[in-house]
C-alpha cells in the first residue's frame, strides 16, 4: 500500500466510528462487558478524539508532510507494539503511527482491551485486504527489528532487558498535575473537572495532584465535580471510593469529599482510583521544575496545557514526549 492509499483508509475508518451504526455499537456494548472500566461515554470519548483528531483526513495529510513520509516505504522493517490496557483504545496512536509510517506491525494487546482494536482493524482488511499483510496480532512478540512498549514501572524495567538491544521506546507509568490560582473561572474549573474524572482517572493523562496556593478555596471546584456523583453507580469505582474514604477516616487524615471524588493533601503526584492528591505553593515559580519532571505527562493551567485538553490529544501529543513518528521512520 501506498501512502494515500494509508490515508484513505484511516480517514474511511474515521467516518465509520463517527457513523457509530448499529455493528459498531453491539462492539462497544461487548468491550463493556468484559471491562466494567470502559463504559459506553468513556468509550465514546475515546473513539471520537480519534476520528476528528487522529482520522481526519486533512490532519493524516499535514501530518505526513511534516514529516516528508514517501509514498512508498523503502526501508520496511517489522515493529512489536506492547499496548496497555488502562483506558480504551489507548494504543491506538502506536498502531497509526506504524502504519502511516509504511512498516509492518506485531501488536500485542493487553487483556483489559482485546476487543476494539481487533475489530476495527479486521474492518479496515474488509476495505483493503493488504492491511493483513502488514498488521498481526500476537502473544509473544519475537524477531522484531523494533518495539515500542507501554506499561507500569515494573513492566519497564523487563521490557528495557528483553528489548533494549533493540531500536525501542519503552514507556513507563506517567500521570498528570494542574497548577491552580485560585483565579480560574467557573468555565475552567469545570473543564479541569474534566482532566480529573474521564475514564475514572486511569490515564496517564488525567489530572491527579492539584497545586493551590495557600488559602485556597475549594468549594468551586467540589461543586462542580458533583455532576459526577454517578460515578458511584459503577461497582468498581464505587468499591474503590468506600475503600480509600475508609483509609481516610481510619488515619484520621483531612480530607474533602465531593461526592464520588476525594481530595487529600499529599506529595505524591500519583494517586489512587477516586482520590485527587494536593499541595500548596507560596511561590508559582516553586513549580518550574514540574516541567522537567519525568513522572508528568501534562502539565495543565493558565500558560500551561489549556483546562479541558488533555484528553483531546493531538496527533503530535507524543506520550512521554517522544516523537513515534521520527523514531519509525529513521528506522534502520
Known amino acids: ?13 474515521g467516518n465509520y466510528l463517527l457513523e457509530n451504526n448499529d455493528e459498531w455499537q453491539s462492539v462497544k456494548q461487548k468491550a463493556f462487558q468484559s471491562n466494567a472500566w470502559f463504559i459506553p461515554e468513556f468509550i465514546d470519548k475515546a473513539c471520537i478524539n480519534i476520528a476528528k483528531q487522529y482520522l481526519d483526513i486533512k490532519n493524516l495529510q499535514s501530518w505526513a508532510v511534516k514529516y516528508q513520509i514517501p509514498e ?96 525501542s521506546i519503552i514507556r513507563r507509568n506517567k500521570t498528570s498535575a494542574a497548577i491552580l490560582t485560585g483565579k480560574e473561572t467557573k468555565e475552567e474549573l469545570q473543564l479541569l473537572a474534566n482532566d480529573i474524572v474521564m475514564y475514572f482517572g486511569l490515564g496517564c493523562r488525567n489530572v491527579t495532584k492539584l497545586y493551590v496556593p495557600e488559602n485556597y478555596d475549594f468549594i468551586p471546584l467540589l461543586n462542580v465535580l458533583k455532576r459526577f456523583d454517578y460515578f458511584l453507580d459503577y461497582h468498581k469505582y464505587k468499591h474503590n471510593f468506600d475503600y480509600q474514604l475508609a483509609l481516610l477516616i481510619m488515619s484520621n487524615k483531612y480530607y474533602m469529599n465531593s461526592g464520588a471524588v476525594i481530595f487529600t493533601e499529599n506529595e505524591s503526584l500519583f494517586s489512587p482510583i477516586s482520590v485527587v492528591n494536593y499541595s500548596f505553593y507560596n511561590d508559582e515559580n516553586e513549580l518550574l ?7 508528568v505527562q501534562c502539565l495543565v493551567g493558565n500558560g500551561y496545557v489549556t483546562f479541558g485538553e488533555t484528553q483531546e490529544p493531538l496527533l503530535d501529543d507524543y506520550a512521554d514526549g517522544i516523537d513515534t513518528m521520527q523514531f519509525l521512520i529513521y528506522l534502520k
Not at 500476537?138 to 515494573?154: F, H, P, Q, R, V
Not at 521544575?289 to 513522572?295: A, P, T, V, Y
Open 289 to 295: 521544575s514540574l516541567k522537567e519532571n519525568d513522572d
Open 72 to 167: 512508498t516505504c523503502a526501508n520496511v522493517r517489522t515493529v512489536g507494539i506492547i499496548m496497555a490496557g488502562n483506558i480504551p483504545l489507548v494504543g491506538f496512536h502506536d498502531f497509526l503511527c506504524a502504519f502511516i509510517s509504511g512498516h509492518r506491525q506485531h501488536i500485542k494487546l493487553s487483556s483489559k482491551d482485546n476487543i476494539l482494536l481487533p475489530f476495527l482493524i479486521e474492518k479496515m482488511i474488509e476495505w483493503e485486504p493488504e492491511i493483513a499483510g502488514i498488521v498481526s496480532f500476537a502473544e509473544m512478540l519475537k524477531n522484531c527489528d523494533a518495539y515500542i512498549a507501554t506499561g507500569s514501572n515494573n513492566s519497564g524495567r523487563y521490557f528495557e532487558y528483553y528489548f533494549g538491544k533493540y531500536p
Open 1 to 13: 500500500m501506498n501512502l494515500q492509499q494509508r490515508i484513505n483508509v484511516s480517514a474511511k475508518l
